[in-house]
């Protein structure tokens, strides 16, 4: 059992468990896995971190057995953005392609608010989602997922019409016709005055800005749980999935974040945990990666590393239920 890591290893994270990691945390540190290193049909991942150029991600998402990964193109907590040097896009691109790393999905910065009421919050968040995809372009990466944001102070339509004017202003001039790149709307967790916290508004906001970018869903098994959906039991979990085939349309979600949650059902708080380790358990992912209707889908987690290899071990865990 490897041994206990003070905190000061670790950044403060948000709530999705997505960290800098350091030192014994870093897969980069560690000793190489055994090779060959074996997949399973599902195109599985996890959500890496770039420190050391945003290359090293690929490596880091290649030695945790990943066919599939997720980073920040820049930091999430800091408006101003740097971007990679041509030529760490280009060996980010090469690794990618060397290590049979498909889909390469970016999360966008937690700061970005695109229906914030405050005028110049919004304005910082339409900049930064302008530079989130124009350095997704530059990655090759072919989703980037956004939190619609927080209309706090307005109405729900105030804040979807918000959230697709702006999104519709951060890409203009941007040409996205041709490109193997699609934006994806997350669900949230269902807080008071968060826009995307049922399958309905995630349908409503795809409805609208398909008229503008190319978009599609990314669901999170966490949110979906403590926005109080039943994805726990084999009857709720049926009847969940069908809600999101007559919203979002099942085939309109290519990316699933596999997240357990620390919280209860409907709670509202977003805590992830680890794969089979929290309120949501084992069996739901199990049926997930396992749904025919899944079957093209990316599985991405984004857990807690809360000991070294428990990036390792969530990855583990979810290629263990692919049958």
Known sequence: MPRAITPKALDKAPSNGARELTGEFDVLKQPM??????????????????????EKGVERAYRLGCNAMQIFSSSPRMWRASSPAISQCIEFCRLAAE??????????????????????FLEKSVAAFRGEVQRALALSAKYLVLHPGSFSGGTREEGLQCAVDSITRAVDGIDLSGKNFKILIENTAGAEYSLGGSFDQV???LRRL???????????????????????????????MQQIEKTIKLENVPVWHCNDAKAARGSKLDRHANIGQGTIGIETFRRLLNDPRTRNAAFIAETPVDEPGDDRKNVEALKAVVE
């Open 99 to 120: 290590y049979n790393v498909d889909p390469v999905v970016i999360h966008t910065s937690y700061l970005v608010n695109m229906c914030s009421k405050t005028p110049e």
């Open 210 to 240: 398909r008229k503008v970018v190319p978009v599609a869903a990314c669901i999170d098994t966490c949110h979906t749980h403590v926005a109080g959906y039943d994805i726990v039991s084999e009857e709720g979990f049926a009847d969940t």
């Open 203 to 205: 349908a409503e906001l």
């Open 33 to 54: 896995p055994p090779l060959p290193i074996t997949y399973t049909r599902a195109r599985i991942g996890i959500h890496c971190s770039t420190s050391g150029g945003v």
